[in-house]
């Protein structure tokens, strides 16, 4: 069964850091795009950011460009999500979320299946 | 950026009704790049559509979506007690990524 775990959420103050991680499994994680898709309490969803299979291709949402760092280690089975700068419009449900196709170069914009269950990020001092 | 824009923001309806969901896009979404989402209270989003009217893996042929261009809708032919939650589009023709605001089913 195709499954994605994040972790790492929690409380942190206004101007804090915060790691988030995503553990793989059931699929050959190295084949495979991912990206971060984020939820604000009550509100829509809103892409954060991509990485390709072997990192080759790496994309932000303005709105966290030079706060937020996506990467990922591949024989851990694993995605991060590095926060800095953290404000409270930040605030939100983080979703890791695959690119459903076989990676096959470049970034090609995707759909996204399928989902982690999600971790609360809330700042707020 | 494309702007999705949902409508109705609600849809009251009775199980067994026919539910019509609307998404329209600010510019056209290139080669009918557009997915559905089901969301229910708690959970994450679940794929429902790909490519404007693939359907996901073990989704039930009740759902079916259609259109192109700037116009696109999700149809659910007979409301389930399961398929009262919110749904959202997502276009993929165009970087970045975007969503709609949603659409929230409710029972009447």
């Known amino acids: 069964e195709v499954q994605l775990v994040e972790s790492g959420g929690g409380l942190v103050q206004p101007g804090g850091s915060l790691r988030l991680s995503c553990a793989a499994s059931?699929?050959?994680?190295?084949?495979?795009?991912m990206n971060w898709v984020r939820q604000a309490p009550g509100k829509g969803l809103e892409w954060v950011s991509y990485?390709?299979?072997?990192?080759?291709?790496?994309y932000y949402a303005d709105s966290v460009k030079g706060r937020f760092t996506i990467s990922r280690d591949n024989a851990k089975n694993s995605l991060y999500l590095q926060m800095n700068s953290l404000r409270d419009e930040d605030t939100a449900v983080y979703y890791c979320?695959?690119?459903?196709?076989?990676?096959?170069?470049?970034?090609?914009?995707?759909?996204?299946?399928?989902w982690g269950q999600g971790t609360l990020v809330i700042v707020s001092s | 950026e494309i702007v999705l824009t949902q409508s109705p923001g609600t849809l009251s309806l009775s199980p067994g009704e026919r539910a019509a969901l609307s998404c329209r896009a600010s510019q056209s979404i290139s080669s009918s790049y557009l997915a559905w989402y089901q969301q229910k209270p708690g959970q994450a989003p679940r794929l429902l559509i790909y490519g404007a009217s693939s359907r996901a893996t073990g989704i039930p042929d009740r759902f079916s979506g259609s259109g192109s261009g700037t116009d696109f809708t999700l149809t659910i032919s007979r409301l389930e007690p399961a398929d009262f939650a919110v749904y959202y589009c997502q276009q993929y023709g165009s970087s970045p990524p975007t969503f709609g605001q949603g659409t929230k089913v409710e029972i009447k």
């Open positions: 990485i390709s299979s072997y990192s080759s291709s790496i």
């Open positions: 059931g699929f050959t994680f190295s084949s495979y795009s």
């Open positions: 979320a695959r690119d459903p196709r076989l990676y096959s170069g470049g970034w090609s914009l995707s759909w996204f299946d399928p």
